[in-house]
């Protein structure tokens, strides 16, 4: 299963069509088996919805998107505001952390997520935050 990736499709109208009622401006979506996004992905946005990929896979998708939800609503209650809220969920933490790390997918622990829930980076992080 590590080695499964989503297809993507570039040059896509869903995410315009889906930044229309979501809270926040959309430049690529992860929806199970596929990534839809605006224009042309570059191989670090491939990598960051890999790792979503990866994330839904081992949550069976279905408990992915309720979390997901969960922890959006729960950071929209303590920063109140959407586009905050969306940035500290714990699934685009470790997404945004990694995806310029090339070895990440391949050495990634499931749920390693989980490490993202308390803290923005973990040790062998890669961002700058």
């Not at 279905?62 to 729960?74: G, Q, T």
Request: aromatic share 18%; net charge neutral.
């Amino acid at each position: 299963m590590k080695n499964l990736k989503p297809k993507f499709i570039e040059n896509s109208l869903l995410p315009v069509w889906l930044s229309r009622v979501a809270p926040i401006e959309i430049w690529a979506i992860n929806l199970g088996f596929w990534v839809w996004c605006r224009g042309e992905l570059s191989e670090g946005t491939k990598r960051h919805e890999t790792i979503h990929f990866q994330q839904q896979l081992e949550m069976l998708f279905v408990f992915f998107f309720a979390f997901y939800i969960l922890f959006w609503m729960l950071g929209l209650i303590i920063y109140r505001d959407a586009e905050k809220a969306y940035k500290e969920l714990p699934f685009e933490r470790e997404a945004r952390c990694h995806e310029s790390n090339e070895k990440y997918l391949s050495e990634r622990k499931r749920f390693s997520w989980i490490n993202h829930i308390f803290t923005k980076c973990c040790e062998d992080c890669d961002c700058k935050e």
